[in-house]
C-alpha cells in the first residue's frame, strides 16, 4: 500500500521546476476531491489534464489498472462514493438559449462504476433538461446497500413550475423510483426529514412570506402528510430540522445574538426551548459534517471563527482522529474528506498555514499519515504568507471582520492591495487563496474584507448588506482600507482594490468616486450596472421589484441605481482600470464589462484596459483565463 501511495504523489507531482509564479498559482488544483471508498480499498479522485477534469479510480493495493472517466463537453463537479462499486457526480454544461439570448448553466448528475468506468444517467428525458442545480445525495441507505436517497428537480418545461423529488436510484442500473415530490419555487429552501436509517419522515419548505419552515410530517402507515401547526403565539418559529434520532429533533437556529447554532429540540415540541449543543456569540455555524458518510446519523457541525475553519465532531472515534490531526497540522484547515466503513482508513485536506490544499491518507491501524498529492504542486510553503484576523469599528460602530495577509520575509513594508469578495453574501478565510496568495508571493500585502452582508457572523450582520451596494457595504471596504493603512503594518503608497463578481463592482465603484484612497483598480467579471443585471434577471423570471430591493432600499429606485452604477459614473477622473470578463459568463454577463469601458473610452479617459476571454466562464475555470489575469493583474499594478 505504501508503494501505491507513493506513486499517486510522484504522478501528479511530475511536472517542470522553477516555474514562475504566475504558471504555479494559475493552474486549476491538479488533483481534487480524494475520498477512500467505503470497503477502503480504492481512492477516487478529480485529475485536472488537458484544460478539463476526469474521475480517476485506483486500488490501493496497487494490483489493478486505473479507471479513467472523462467527458467531451461539460465539467465534472461534485464526486461521492455511495457504495463500494459506485459513484455519484455532477456535470456542468454551457447551455445558449436562444430564445433568450444568453449562456445558462445547466447540470446533470450521473453513477460511475468503479470497475468499469461505465456511467449511469437517472435522469434523463425533457422535465430534466432545464435544471440549473444538481441532484443531492440524501442518504446511502446502509440496510439497502444497492440503493440510495437522492434529491432533485425537475419541470415540464423551461417556464413551467418546478417540483422537487425525492427519489430512490438503483445503484445497479441508474434506474429510479419517485418516493414523493412537493412543487416548490426556486428561492425557497427545503429539506427532506429522514432517521438514521434512511426513512422518509417529511420534509420542510422555507415560506418566504411568514419567514417560517412549512413542516409536513408523513404518517408511515398511510402514507399520508400533515402539516406540523405554527403557534403564532409562541416566541420560537418553526425551526429547520437536520436530522432526528428518537424522540429528539436536531435543530439550527438563531441565537439572542442571531447566530446560526446546532439545538437539540423534543420531537413533539418543536417551537419549545432548544437545548444549545453548538452555538457562538459571533460566529455561524455550518451543517458541514452533520451525517456520517455511511450510516447517515448526526456527527457534528463545523464553524470558522477568527482564523480557520473547525469541526466539532460528536461521534467519538471520529472525534479522536479529527483531534490527532488537528495536532499533527495545528496552524491549517483540515477536513477529513472520507472514511472507510470500519473507520480505518482516512482521506484528509490540509490548507492555510503555509499549505496550498494537500491531501493526506491516513491508516489509523498501522498509524501511518502518508502524502497523496499536490492540488497546486508548483506552490511552496516558503511562497504563502501568514493570515490573521483584520477586525476595525466602522464610522456607525458596528465592528467590521476581515483578515490581512503579509509576505512571509521583507525587508520594507509591503505595498497594499485590497481584494473585496464576491457574492456578496459569501466570506472570505484564512485558508488557501490562489488570488490572494498569488500576490502575497510577488510581495504584497493583501486585506481581505469581510464587509457587512457577507456570511458566517449571524444573520444580523449579514441582512445589513441588503439594499446597501453602492452604500454602506461599499464604505465598510473604504474605512478598513484606511483602517489598514493607518495600523503601520504596510507601506504608506495608495493601495490598489481587485475584485472578482460583486467585488469587480465594488472596485469600479472606487475607480469612479474613491480616487483619494487608490491609485488604481482591477474588476473581472465585474458588475457596472445594477439596471442590467436586474432586467437579466428579470427574463429569467425573478420580480424586478423585490431584486431592487435588493440592491438598494427605499423609494425613487431608479435614480438610486443609477448613482451607485459604475458604467454611469465613468469619466475622465475615474482612476486607471482593467476589466476582464468571461464571453461565457453565465452570471455576470460579459457586456457589463464591455459597457463600462465603452463609457470611459467616450468620455475621453484612455486609462482603461479590456480583456475578454472567448470561452471562459464565471468562475474562471480554464488555467489560460487565470493565467491571464494573474500575469495582466501584476503587469497592471506595477506600472500604476
Known sequence: ?????????????????????????????????????????????????????????????????????????????????????????????????????????????????????EAYWPFTGERYRYNVQSAQLVHTLPKQPDAILVSNYYRAGARQPQSIGLFKINLSDGSQTLIKSFFSAESEGYRWIVDDEGELLGYQQFDDNSEQWQTQWRDIETDDYSQATIDDKRDLAMPQIISVKGETAYILSRSASSTLGLYSVPLNDLQGKPTPLVTFDTFDTYDAYRQDLHTGKLVGVSAIRDHLEHFFVFDEPLQKVYADLVATFPDSQIEITSYSRDRNRYTLRVSGGGFAPQYFFYDQKAGELSLLGKSYPRVSGEMLGRTQAFNFEASDGKTIYGYLTLPQSTAEKSELLVLPHGGPHRRDDAAFDWLRDFFVANGYAVYQPNFRGSEGYGSDYEEAGIGEWGQRMQQD????????????????????????????????????????????????????????????????????????????????????????????????????????????????????????????????????????????????????????????????LQQH
Open 477 to 636: 471596504v473604504y474605512e478598513g482600507t484606511r483602517a489598514v493603512m493607518e495600523s503601520g503594518k504596510v507601506a504608506s503608497k495608495k493601495p490598489c482594490i481587485l475584485g472578482h463578481s460583486y467585488g469587480g463592482y465594488v472596485a469600479m465603484m472606487a475607480a469612479v468616486e474613491a480616487q483619494s484612497l487608490y491609485r488604481c483598480a482591477l474588476s473581472s467579471a465585474g458588475v457596472s450596472n445594477l439596471k442590467h443585471l436586474i432586467q437579466i434577471e428579470e427574463i429569467k423570471g425573478a420580480d424586478p421589484k423585490i431584486l431592487a430591493q435588493h440592491y438598494i432600499k427605499g423609494d425613487d429606485v431608479t435614480a438610486k441605481l443609477n448613482r451607485v452604477s459604475p458604467e454611469l459614473l465613468g469619466g475622465k477622473h475615474t482612476l486607471p482600470l482593467m476589466l476582464l470578463h468571461g464571453e461565457r459568463d453565465t452570471v455576470v454577463r460579459v457586456q457589463h464589462s464591455k459597457n463600462m469601458y465603452a463609457q470611459l473610452a467616450n468620455q475621453g479617459n484612455n486609462d482603461a484596459l479590456l480583456l475578454i476571454a472567448p470561452s471562459a466562464d464565471h468562475w474562471f475555470t480554464q488555467s489560460s483565463t487565470r493565467q491571464t489575469l494573474l500575469e495582466e493583474s501584476l503587469a497592471f
Open 1 to 117: 500500500m505504501k508503494y501505491a501511495v507513493a506513486a499517486l504523489y510522484f504522478f501528479t507531482t511530475s511536472l517542470l521546476a522553477n516555474e514562475n509564479l504566475v504558471n504555479a498559482f494559475a493552474q486549476m488544483p491538479q488533483v481534487e476531491s480524494m475520498q477512500i471508498s467505503p470497503d477502503g480499498q480504492r481512492l477516487a479522485y478529480k485529475q485536472f489534464n488537458k484544460g478539463n477534469y476526469a474521475i480517476v479510480i485506483q486500488g490501493l493495493a496497487g494490483s489493478e489498472k486505473p479507471v479513467v472517466f472523462a467527458v467531451n463537453e461539460g465539467d465534472i463537479r461534485g464526486l461521492r462514493w455511495v457504495s463500494d462499486e459506485r459513484m455519484m457526480f455532477s456535470l456542468s454544461i454551457p447551455y445558449f438559449n436562444e430564445a433568450k439570448q444568453m449562456w445558462v448553466t445547466l447540470f446533470r448528475t450521473a453513477l460511475l462504476n468503479a470497475q468499469t468506468g
